[in-house]
């Protein structure tokens, strides 16, 4: 799990959520001390071959939920501590694998201003249902220049928007949403209803394999 802007509007904070989550069978959601936000951790994928080998690396962070700046009065945005804690990790993992990235994937809530700058490209290839404009913060605090400069981060991942399901490959990253799984809302009308995002990564290199599961069972955005 990865906090976003509404986890703590109902009467428990982020870290009473956390100590509750990991109360739960098959919790690997924790915390990273020392950086903003609660839900910041990484967890590695063990080789195939060699259990003791790290083959991929996910990174969660905390996307956090409304900026206290006055003027903007908008969605928050991933704090530089943040971005210095994943590049540290980024570089850690790439020493501990003599030199070389290790395959990585990134979950956060809110989505980067880079998903809006991707679909009005033209050239985007994109696939998936695109219902409304990507409502991420009006700072771009640098997170997706920071993951083209590691050059580990394969894909990110996203949620916030009810009504986007799709993936969008821009400067070798794939921006990608999840797709709604909640209950009724205010807005819950993506066409197909209810449904989730599998990944499956291939080990050894920076591809995968992502298909969107409507509820019911039927596989649609084959990708």
Not at 110 to 127: C, D, G, H, K
Not at 189 to 195: A, E, Q, W, Y
Not at 202 to 217: C, K, L, N
């Amino acid at each position: 799990v990865t906090f976003g802007n509404h986890d703590d509007e109902s009467g428990m904070s982020r870290e009473e959520l956390l100590d509750l989550l990991k109360t739960l069978p098959g919790n690997l959601s924790t915390s990273t001390e020392g950086v903003s936000g609660v839900t910041n951790y990484v967890l590695t994928v063990a080789s195939s071959a060699d259990a003791n080998k790290d083959a991929a690396v996910l990174y969660f962070f905390d996307s956090h939920s409304y900026t206290k700046d006055e003027e903007l009065k908008h969605y928050d945005w991933i704090k530089p501590d943040q971005i210095s804690w994943y590049t540290t990790c980024s570089n850690g993992f790439a020493a501990a694998n003599g030199g070389k990235k290790l395959p990585s994937m990134a979950f956060f809530h809110i989505p980067l201003p880079e998903y809006n700058e991707a679909v009005s490209n033209e050239n985007a290839q994109m696939m998936g249902y695109r219902g409304e404009a990507a409502c991420s913060p009006k700072i771009n605090s640098g997170l997706f220049a920071a993951m083209r400069s590691q050059g580990d981060i394969v894909a990110t991942f996203v949620g916030h928007d009810h009504i986007n399901d799709y993936l969008v490959n821009w400067r070798s990253i794939a921006l990608c949403y999840g797709r709604y799984t909640g209950g009724g809302t205010v807005y819950n009308h993506i066409p197909g209803g209810n449904g989730a995002r599998v990944i499956e990564l291939t080990e050894g290199s920076r591809s995968f394999h992502t298909y969107i599961r409507i509820a019911g069972g039927r596989i649609i955005n084959e990708i």
